[in-house]
């Protein structure tokens, strides 16, 4: 395995193999610095003492799954806010470790437990514009939300310092909703 590598999970707090076996892959490879080839040669070493990595639950496989989809989508967009785009999808994913994300209406979109929350619509190209779609979001209070639709609102961003502004009250706004969800 490369230095780069060794160095990356070192760093992590990865010294021994036996740390290993409390991880999976897909965490690893979130470290900058590991890769494929530093996975496989782990695996394999692993293997031969008998020992493997953290099994993932079927859930959790499905939404790493939905979420390289969606890495996928975003590696072929074409849009002028692409990286502000990119900047949201990261503040509203870790609003909640529960937070799944998929393609709908061909935009990255973000459900809690299989709710919808918020899918981006770009087809709009002056601005980021968010729809939150929920049955429960007239219930929220938020300045950033917008309209008076029965379970719709919108939230508009008109760039990166736009975004960084307004960060606080969009968390408050997903996590809300999110309690909302849980009665």
């Known amino acids: ?20 076996t409390k991880v999976t892959e897909a965490e690893l ?8 080839k530093a ?26 799954a939905a979420t390289a989809k969606v ?7 074409k849009h002028p806010f692409k990286a502000e785009v990119e ?4 503040i509203i994913k870790g609003v ?12 990255p979109s973000f459900s809690y437990h299989r709710k919808y929350l918020v899918t981006f619509n770009l087809p709009e190209k002056e601005k980021i514009h968010l729809v939150f779609h929920n049955p429960m979001l007239s219930k929220v209070k938020s300045r950033l939300l ?27 706004a997903l996590r809300d909703l999110i309690k909302l969800q849980q009665k």
């Open 146 to 172: 917008e309209g008076d639709y029965k379970h719709r609102r919108m939230a508009y961003f008109s760039g990166k310092s736009d975004i960084k502004a307004k960060q606080t009250a969009l968390v408050r």
């Open 29 to 36: 490879l979130n470290i900058h610095g590991v890769g494929q």
């Open 39 to 64: 996975i496989r040669i782990l695996r394999e070493t692993l293997k031969a003492k008998g020992i493997s990595f953290a099994k993932i639950s079927q859930a959790e496989a499905k939404r790493q």
């Open 71 to 77: 890495d996928g989508f975003m590696k072929k967009l």
């Open 1 to 20: 395995m490369g230095k780069v590598a060794l160095r990356a999970l070192a760093l992590a707090g990865y010294t021994k193999l036996q740390q290993l």
């Open 87 to 90: 900047m949201m999808r990261k």
């Open 96 to 107: 909640d470790k529960d937070m799944d994300e998929e393609i709908k209406w061909n935009a």
